[in-house]
């Protein structure tokens, strides 16, 4: 039944990451890499780190499906972490910034993907 879960956490994943690189990268990426009036350091390191987050989120997706498929309980283990670190920064890191939860959501997307993750250790 815990396979269940993980494929579950492991597709929602999938999603999000299918959602960050088509949809963030025309509008958060693209803009971003295109922003002359920002310092050149800064508009790349920004960039880097939206890479960064690319391959962790294709990551935590692989994770939930190679412990659907192969059965270790690693695997689910670091996707649960990895979800529920992106779920805790994307929602504190909002709110310390005093900035609206309806327009930065982002942080929100990973609690079900934490959920179902802790649901498929329990199962």
Do not use: K
């Not at 509008?27 to 962790?56: G, K, M, S």
């Amino acid at each position: 039944m815990n396979d269940l879960y993980f494929w579950a956490a492991g597709g929602l994943a999938a999603l999000w990451f299918c959602i960050h690189l088509f949809v963030g990268g025309r509008e958060i990426a693209r803009p971003l890499i295109t922003a002359t009036t920002l310092d050149p350091l800064v508009r790349n390191t920004q960039y880097l780190c939206w890479h960064f987050t690319t391959v962790t989120i294709a990551s935590m997706a692989a994770f939930f499906m190679g412990a659907a498929y192969t059965g270790a309980f690693a695997f689910a283990t670091a996707g649960t972490i990895l979800a529920f670190g992106f779920f805790v920064v994307g929602v504190g890191l909002v709110m310390a910034l005093g900035q609206s939860h309806a327009r930065l959501p982002q942080g929100w997307l990973f609690l079900p993907v934490a959920l179902l993750g802790v649901a498929g250790h329990l199962a």
